[in-house]
């Protein structure tokens, strides 16, 4: 049996197990998970410069969002982890599904119909090339 108390023992456990790569996620972005996954299958596997660039031209909503995630995932790997920038490359991207928020939209005849505003969590992890 382990020794030491069981919070110790789960942070331990936790230490050893913690993700080392750099990473940047955004909770809850007004975009529903189909139209974000677009914009992140045509950055996933590139280096960082070349995400960028495509981002900046995409015309979809959410590579205005992603790109601001990816800019932010760069500064977490320079500042936090040390890294440098042109060895960069988009190992992970992928958006999973939030909260919706449902609204009425009135329709004919006293009828209602439903709106739903979808929202999704969409994060970004860096690798270095070796």
Known sequence: MAKGHRSKIKRERNRLQRET???????????????ACF??????????????????????????????????????????????RENLYVAECYANKGPTLKRIQPRAQGRAYRIEKRMSHITVVLDEKK
């Open 39 to 84: 914009v992140l299958d045509a950055i996933r596997g590139k280096d960082v410069e070349t995400a960028l660039g495509i981002l900046e031209y995409n015309p979809r909503y959410a590579s205005g969002l992603i790109k601001k995630l990816l800019e932010s995932a760069i500064a977490n790997a320079e500042n936090n982890n040390g890294m440098n």
């Open 21 to 35: 790569r750099p990473s940047a996620k955004l909770s809850y972005a007004r975009v529903s998970v189909q139209k």
